[in-house]
């Protein structure tokens, strides 16, 4: 016998972004889409196991939803208006079909230019990604409650100007790719490395996911460099997946990694990428340098070979482009190989990151390695209490108690 509650599970995961998309185009108001779509879920979770599980449940639910929309839009007092609006943006002709996929039409969305590029990203997340208010305050590094009402904020603010959730024309896709880029990049964070200490520690869906819209968002536009430079940088760092969590569930760092189980495809294409943007011979942006130092590390067989005079040269690029405090950090740790720790914890003290989980294993690194062995204690303990992931405080936690002293 079927399990419904399986179905319902599996349907939620693969058409929860298509069915929304879906209605925010004929609808035009995304809050209501969202809700409407939730109520199809729970109406399916009352009457499947009744019923039985339709033979087209994405149809279904879009079907459901629609219906529910509309009855809806009849009971409130601006309804006559309100329908109209959405038949505007039903009746909007497809923009050309240069954006085929539901989940990325959604994207380019929400990454509507006249929200603030923080509000967007944050918002697009929530909605299209599918990431808590918790794992998006943790990719932005702020109180969870505060990132819960800068959603909220965004969503007044479409609400309060009317801006139209219609789905972007080509000449909208310059103005708002830059948003697009970032979610995308925060959706492969998430997967990377997961923030959530319930979940697994590298979630490959959300990996996989990301770097299918991203190698779409590049056939839209092939001659932009920061595209390119993005979806470098998830290849290169997808192909490090197998070997970054070990048998026993532990993190495993690049300096430990079995490189012999690194994905030779992957890097072979990221590294083409890398060099077709340098033959191209324009100022790189941000993605592209972060390639560039992945390029660096997954051309080294061993981590005695890697070139971190290279890696610090493009840190020093990076630093011109984005001068936040989590670029300083990691060129930081850079600097430590090819300087030595104490030129390297000078640099890291002065960070504002202190409610930042690798920002106190960095300095617990450093200060284990000049010797520090008590303070170096204490950085742990701090790195542990603030990790997102079980595979992370495992390591964290087998480094401190590696320490000698008391």
Not at 28 to 41: K, N, P, S, T
Not at 244 to 271: M, Y
Request: one cysteine or more; hydrophobic letters at 45%; proline letters at 5%.
């Amino acid at each position: 016998m079927t399990d419904v509650g399986e179905v319902i599970t599996r349907v939620h995961h693969e058409e929860w972004a298509r069915v929304i998309a879906t209605l925010a185009r004929r609808l035009g108001d995304l809050d209501i889409a969202e809700e409407m779509a939730a109520e199809a879920f729970a109406t399916a979770v009352e009457r499947w196991p009744v019923d039985g599980v339709p033979p087209s449940p994405g149809a279904w639910l879009t079907t459901t939803a629609h219906r529910k929309a509309i009855d809806r839009l009849r009971r409130e007092v601006r309804r006559e208006e309100k329908h109209r609006e959405a038949l505007m943006v039903f009746d909007t002709p497809e923009p050309l079909g240069v954006i085929d996929d539901d989940r990325l039409r959604l994207v380019f969305t929400c990454c509507h230019p006249a929200l603030a590029m923080e509000a967007r990203i944050a918002l697009t997340l929530r909605m299209v990604g599918g990431l808590t208010v918790p794992e998006i305050a943790r990719a932005f590094l702020v109180e969870e409650n505060a990132m819960g009402r800068r959603i909220t904020r965004a969503k007044a603010k479409i609400k309060a100007a009317k801006i139209p959730y219609g789905v972007p024309f080509r000449e909208d896709i310059p103005a708002r790719v830059i948003g697009v880029l970032a979610v995308l990049y925060l959706i492969f964070n998430e997967g990377y490395l997961a923030s959530d200490p319930e979940k697994e520690a590298v979630r490959g869906e959300l990996t996989a996911e990301a770097i299918r819209l991203t190698r779409l968002v590049r056939d839209l536009m092939p001659a932009d460099g920061e595209v390119a430079g993005l979806l470098a940088l998830m290849l290169l760092t997808e192909a490090r997946r197998t070997a970054r969590v070990s048998a026993s569930g532990e993190l495993v760092t690049l300096g430990e990694q079995d490189r012999g189980a690194w994905d030779r495809e992957l890097i072979a294409e990221g590294h083409a990428l890398v060099r077709a943007r340098l033959a191209a011979g324009q100022a790189p942006g941000r993605y592209q340098i972060l390639a560039a130092i992945n390029a660096v590390h997954t051309a080294a067989r061993d981590i005695r070979d890697t070139d971190w005079s290279q890696v610090v040269a493009l840190y020093d690029q990076l630093v011109r482009v984005d001068p936040s405090p989590i670029v300083r950090l990691n060129r930081a740790i850079a600097v430590a190989e090819l300087d030595g720790p104490q030129v390297a914890l000078a640099e890291v003290d002065d960070l504002p990151l202190e409610g930042y989980h690798a920002f106190h294993a960095a300095r617990a690194d450093l200060l284990r390695r000049l010797g520090r062995s008590e303070q170096s204690r204490a950085a742990y303990d701090r790195a542990i209490g603030l990790a997102g992931n079980t595979a992370e405080a495992a390591y964290l936690i087998r480094r401190r108690d590696q320490l000698s002293g008391p």
